[in-house]
């Protein structure tokens, strides 16, 4: 039987889960929910239904996994605990600061109700962090680096969005080339957030807004901007639409290490992702989790889990006899 896979919000993300499906055979969309009229909102999978998401209760028998594609400023941090009592969660929230606080709401949820949940899915958090674990774990001795970009950060242009006066908006994560470079060459420097990324937004005000008052409160935005050097560019909406309609992205997880007994050998270990669809390829990665979602509720797991309790081969629509033949 495939996996009936629920879509809680059909933007970017949304969009993305419902091309994924299409590229696994072991799942098939049962719904999307949105909170716009549904007679509104045009899906491309035939015989999925769109739903309102007041109705989204009705459906807690026909839904294994409900994909949360709701943003993380204000979204998941309510929807993922609320829907994790009615169905298994997987989630893309991205506030690493307040990921700890997430994992706990949702945890108290999803055991109270005897589902699984799956938070911080993504590339990062998700694979960056896995890779962030790995090199750990092999070089104890050493040094972690993350870069961003060059490329669209959703979750960042969904929190510029929300500030009043903004009428739409997307904001660039740029790495500091030199920062990159002295890690590459094994010079393990000792970075501030401010001296490895710089931010870059592009902004389109509501008609009468204080432009001044945007800006300082995206500059002073606690979690997002307050750390970075953040310019700020006020452009029209044809103009944003015409230079920033696309969503790359993509990043470098760098370790630097010592092995040895006296460590006087060196490694580097880099993982480097370049994407051409931001949220498309969020999408694949959460249609992964949430295949291990399933699996692990019917073993009879429940609570909240992250990338780091899921064991790689329950991500894979392979059985392990397959995986062992064709991929170790």
Known sequence: MSIRIGIMGYGNLGRGIECALRQNPD???AA???RRDPKTVSILTDGAAVCSVSEAEDWKDKIDVMILCGGSATDLPEQTPKYASMFNVVDSFDTHARIPEH???V????KQSGKTGIISVGWD????SLNRLYANAILPDGKDYTFWGKGVSQGHSDAIRRVEGVKDAKQYTIPVEAALDAVRNGENPELTTREKHTRECFVVLEEGADAAKVE???KNMPNYFSDYDTTVHFISQEELDKNHSGIPH????LRSGKTGWEGEHSHLIEYSL???SNPEFTSSVLIAYARAAYRLHKEGQSGCKTVFDIAPAYLSSKSGEELRASML
């Not at 945890?107 to 999803?110: G, L």
């Not at 958090?125 to 960056?128: K, L, N, R």
């Not at 993509?250 to 997880?253: A, C, I, L, M, R």
């Open 27 to 29: 799942m098939e969309l």
């Open 32 to 34: 999307v929910f949105t």
């Open 103 to 105: 994992f706990a709401n």
């Open 107 to 110: 945890d108290a949820a999803a």
């Open 125 to 128: 958090p998700g694979m960056f």
């Open 216 to 218: 300082a409160e995206i």
């Open 250 to 253: 993509g990043g470098f997880v």
């Open 274 to 276: 370049k994407l051409d």
